[in-house]
């Protein structure tokens, strides 16, 4: 701190004003204490002076004529002097392997100089729209057609973790489907696709990857929306998430499935999980764990509180811009009181 650095002993020998001696600046080489029962003026961030042992701040002290009087009745030995060594030792290990490099590791790294990191890259990332209906964004859809939207969304939502990825398109036909999807397994660590994976005749995406090698751990969970959601590893480098094709569901299981998974694989361990406090009374008739959509924002005591976001179904991508995030409301029950507390998947806003 900005102050006088003194010999403890003096104070402790009764002496309560003190000659200022000289200065000492952040960034001067250091100087040392001539004069018993004097003192050198010390700013924030110079290296202590020889000589002297503590720190008295400017608030706790009056300067007249050259002298500095302490004002205060007692100190203690070492105050305000932050000694070499006391953050860490050398040889002591700063960062482990296997941290997401922030803000403060960055900041750790160069205050010791360390202008070099080997790191992890971020996966290559394929995403993947399945479907006859699609068509591109920039055309007129047919009365039996519709604009591809998911991918974009996923794509939009990588970047804005700076991860980016390749947008492609496959036909429901079996062999077209296995013949686009074998080089793009083989160039890239992480499939996210889109539609193809629930009970129609049409929806050839499992069959297609588990003959490409694509070892299926589950397919199909008990949630509503995106119950159909496929998930499936290439001997333990590759990963495959097959999301079902309705706007909402695909956004869901991404947020729910995908995020938390790529933020542990990145050794993100700041990742948490949060949870939120209904609104209103909420009652939904069915025996599958429901995703509601919600608005998060924090009440006057700074609780997190979810407020129901009406929508028209997995279909609704419009609803997606009035909510900010999916709460999750466990199966086996049907009211859900105001007040309770449920996990909570924001994606954007208040977190």
Same mark, same amino acid.
């Given at each position: 701190? #900005?102050?006088?650095?003194?010999?403890?002993?003096?104070?402790?020998?009764?002496?309560?004003?003190?000659?200022?001696?000289?200065?000492?600046?952040?960034?001067?080489?250091?100087?040392?204490?001539?004069?018993?029962?004097?003192? +050198?003026?010390?700013?924030?961030?110079?290296?202590? &002076?020889?000589?002297?042992?503590?720190?008295?701040?400017?608030?706790?002290?009056?300067?007249?004529?050259?002298?500095?009087?302490?004002?205060?009745?007692?100190?203690?030995?070492?105050?305000?002097?932050?000694? @070499?060594?006391?953050?860490?030792?050398?040889? #002591?290990?700063?960062?482990?392997?296997? @941290?997401?490099?922030?803000?403060?590791? +960055?900041?750790?790294?160069?205050?010791?100089?360390?202008?070099?990191?080997?790191?992890? !890259?971020?996966?290559?990332?394929?995403?993947?729209?399945?479907?006859?209906?699609?068509?591109?964004?920039?055309?007129?859809?047919?009365?039996?057609?519709?604009?591809?939207?998911?991918?974009?969304? *996923?794509?939009?939502?990588?970047?804005? *973790?700076?991860? &980016?990825?390749?947008?492609?398109?496959?036909?429901?036909?079996?062999?077209?489907?296995?013949?686009?999807?074998?080089?793009?397994?083989?160039?890239?660590?992480?499939?996210?696709?889109?539609? =193809?994976?629930?009970?129609?005749?049409?929806?050839?995406?499992?069959?297609?990857?588990?003959? *490409? =090698?694509?070892?299926?751990?589950?397919? !199909?969970?008990?949630?509503?929306?995106?119950?159909?959601?496929?998930?499936?590893?290439?001997?333990?480098?590759?990963?495959?998430?097959?999301?079902?094709?309705?706007?909402?569901?695909?956004?869901?299981?991404?947020?729910?499935?995908?995020?938390?998974?790529?933020?542990?694989?990145?050794?993100?361990?700041?990742?948490?999980?949060?949870?939120?406090?209904?609104?209103?009374?909420?009652?939904?008739?069915?025996?599958?764990?429901?995703?509601?959509?919600?608005?998060?924002?924090?009440?006057?005591?700074?609780?997190?509180?979810?407020?129901?976001?009406? =929508?028209?179904?997995?279909?609704?991508?419009?609803?997606?811009? &009035?909510?900010?995030?999916?709460?999750?409301?466990?199966?086996?029950?049907?009211?859900?009181?105001?007040?309770?507390?449920?996990?909570?998947?924001?994606?954007?806003?208040?977190?």
């Amino acid at each position: 701190m #900005d102050g006088i650095a003194i010999r403890y002993d003096d104070w402790v020998s009764g002496t309560k004003s003190y000659l200022i001696e000289d200065l000492q600046a952040a960034g001067m080489p250091q100087k040392a204490l001539k004069t018993q029962h004097a003192c +050198i003026e010390v700013m924030t961030g110079a290296v202590l &002076s020889a000589g002297v042992d503590t720190v008295v701040p400017y608030e706790d002290i009056t300067i007249v004529d050259g002298k500095a009087t302490i004002n205060v009745g007692e100190i203690k030995k070492g105050k305000n002097v932050h000694l @070499r060594g006391t953050d860490r030792k050398a040889g #002591d290990v700063l960062l482990e392997p296997r @941290r997401m490099i922030g803000t403060p590791e +960055i900041a750790l790294m160069a205050s010791n100089g360390v202008t070099e990191v080997k790191v992890t !890259r971020f996966p290559r990332i394929a995403i993947i729209s399945t479907g006859n209906e699609l068509v591109e964004i920039d055309q007129q859809p047919l009365p039996h057609q519709i604009r591809k939207s998911n991918v974009y969304a *996923l794509a939009a939502e990588l970047r804005r *973790l700076g991860i &980016s990825s390749s947008m492609h398109h496959c036909n429901d036909d079996r062999d077209s489907l296995k013949a686009q999807l074998t080089p793009i397994v083989e160039a890239h660590d992480v499939l996210l696709l889109s539609g =193809g994976v629930s009970m129609g005749k049409f929806d050839f995406v499992p069959e297609v990857l588990e003959s *490409l =090698g694509v070892t299926r751990h589950f397919h !199909r969970i008990r949630q509503k929306p995106g119950k159909p959601l496929w998930f499936g590893t290439v001997a333990e480098s590759k990963v495959v998430f097959a999301f079902p094709g309705n706007p909402v569901s695909t956004f869901l299981c991404f947020h729910r499935y995908f995020i938390p998974w790529l933020q542990i694989s990145l050794g993100n361990n700041h990742f948490l999980q949060h949870y939120a406090a209904l609104t209103d009374d909420f009652n939904v008739n069915t025996p599958l764990t429901y995703f509601l959509q919600v608005n998060l924002y924090h009440d006057n005591s700074g609780r997190l509180m979810a407020k129901p976001v009406d =929508g028209k179904g997995s279909g609704d991508h419009a609803n997606l811009s &009035s909510a900010n995030a999916f709460l999750e409301l466990p199966a086996g029950e049907s009211l859900f009181k105001k007040g309770e507390m449920f996990k909570v998947f924001p994606y954007r806003g208040i977190i």
